[in-house]
């Protein structure tokens, strides 16, 4: 057994992922969660709300790009968008690269997990700090989409795992108010968890969303710090295909993990997921 300091997640009640640390840099209990930043020796710093990963510097960049650029390039014209959560602005970073939109509002229920990430996670917040294009409201983002309609092109659930403050954006009445809140040929997309572990789930909110949107489509991404390594994510769309996008269109941006190719590809899916969100 190595020595030193380790953080361990339990991921489920039968798996456990530790990440060795040098350092607690800050802790806290927010009105809504436990908050805390450590520096991992593998994965660099490290959000932690409730004892789970939330995302690492080393790692980031595949979820962000994944939850955004996606939705972003399906839709022709996405020049108002919405994240719910994403306080630590991730998201929203990747949104204001794409030339199209003109404003990206940040909806994050915790406003201390915007300010700790400012502090810690900078190259991952960068967008928060006065951009232009960005509107930061700290407000409940379920009751923000209930009293907007017809308001957005994209909107994006980038939330936590499905408990706590977080339990109420994984529910069919909150897809129905997504579906308001968005324009005639909006798109929503959000994060779907782990199809190893999370099975149930994802077939439960592919069934929800493909009841209230023509176009329900699950792609994936390998993000090694949440549960198992694959993750999906779950787009509802009135109008546009995400599959039938002409690539050679995607506006050139700096990425890291999203390419026009991976835009497709990661539609393709394995047998096991297929079955899971079969019709």
């Given amino acids: 057994m190595s020595s030193g300091f380790w953080y361990t997640e339990e991921q489920t009640p039968n798996l456990r992922y530790s990440s060795k640390i040098t350092q607690t840099l800050h802790t806290e209990k927010t009105p809504f969660q436990e908050l805390a930043m450590i520096d991992t020796v593998q994965w660099g710093r490290m959000l932690v709300l409730d004892n789970m990963v939330m995302t690492t ?23 108002k968008v919405m994240i719910i959560g994403g306080g630590d602005g991730g998201a929203i970073r990747e949104c204001v690269k794409h030339p199209k939109v003109e404003k990206a509002v940040l909806c994050e229920i915790d406003g201390r997990v915007i300010e700790t990430s400012k502090e810690y996670l900078p190259e991952i917040a960068s967008a928060l700090f006065g951009h232009p294009k960005v509107e930061v409201l700290v407000a ?118 999203y390419t026009p190719a991976l835009h497709k590809a990661a539609f393709c899916l394995p047998k096991f997921v297929q079955d899971l969100i079969k019709e």
């Fill in 57 to 79: 510097i080393k790692d980031e960049f595949v979820y962000h790009e994944m939850i955004s650029h996606v939705a972003l390039n399906t839709h022709p014209n996405p020049k």
């Fill in 140 to 257: 409940d983002g379920v009751k923000h989409i209930q009293e907007n309609e017809n308001e957005y092109d994209v909107i994006m659930v980038d939330s936590t795992e499905p408990v706590g403050p977080a339990e109420g954006l994984f529910a069919a009445e909150f897809y129905q108010a997504v579906y308001r809140a968005l324009k005639p040929d909006g798109i929503m997309v959000a994060q779907t968890e782990s199809p190893f572990v999370n099975a149930d789930l994802i077939s439960r909110v592919v069934k929800d969303i493909r009841t209230i949107f023509p176009v329900t489509k699950l792609y994936l991404a390998s993000i090694p710090t949440y549960p198992s390594g694959l993750w999906s994510f779950t787009m509802g769309s009135k109008q546009y295909d995400p599959e039938a996008v002409d690539v050679s269109a995607i506006p050139e941006m700096e990425t890291r993990y």
